[in-house]
Nanobody, 121 residues
Framework: QVQLVESGGGLVQAGGSLRLSCAAS????????MGWFRQAPGKQRELVAA???????KYLDSMKGRFTISRDAAKNTVYLQMNSLKPEDTAVYYC???????????????WGQGTQVTVSS
């Protein structure tokens, strides 16, 4: 069982930045992805970004250039740097561990509890 502890969410004005952190304890697989998903009210949960220990990444297209994911393998921690935030980025952001992508769909082994990100206009 993997436990994920998220931090870094909050309220920010449009154009601002936030950095989310997620520390994993327990067994994570180095070749699997860790990453971030988000869910806005009334919408489905969607991938934001994911990364393997080797540095392979996946991003939602609309995030490229604004969000950057990184991973500290020694600390088993993943970070999401979010810049140029927009009101439409408002959502609950969930950390995920032991993620596989099968036929383009994410299969998630463990979820964090979620952290709220609110971007005001």
């Amino acid at each position: 069982q993997v436990q994920l502890v998220e931090s870094g969410g909050g309220l920010v004005q449009a154009g601002g930045s936030l950095r989310l952190s997620c520390a994993a304890s327990g067994r994570t697989f180095s070749t699997y992805f860790m990453g971030w998903f988000r869910q806005a009210p009334g919408k489905q949960r969607e991938l934001v970004a994911a990364i393997t220990n080797g540095g392979s990444t996946k991003y939602l297209d609309s995030m490229k250039g604004r969000f950057t994911i990184s991973r500290d393998a020694a600390k088993n921690t993943v970070y999401l740097q979010m810049n140029s935030l927009k009101p439409e980025d408002t959502a609950v952001y969930y950390c995920a561990a032991n993620v596989l992508f099968v036929d383009g769909r994410a299969v998630v082994g463990s979820w964090g509890q979620g952290t709220q990100v609110t971007v005001s206009s």
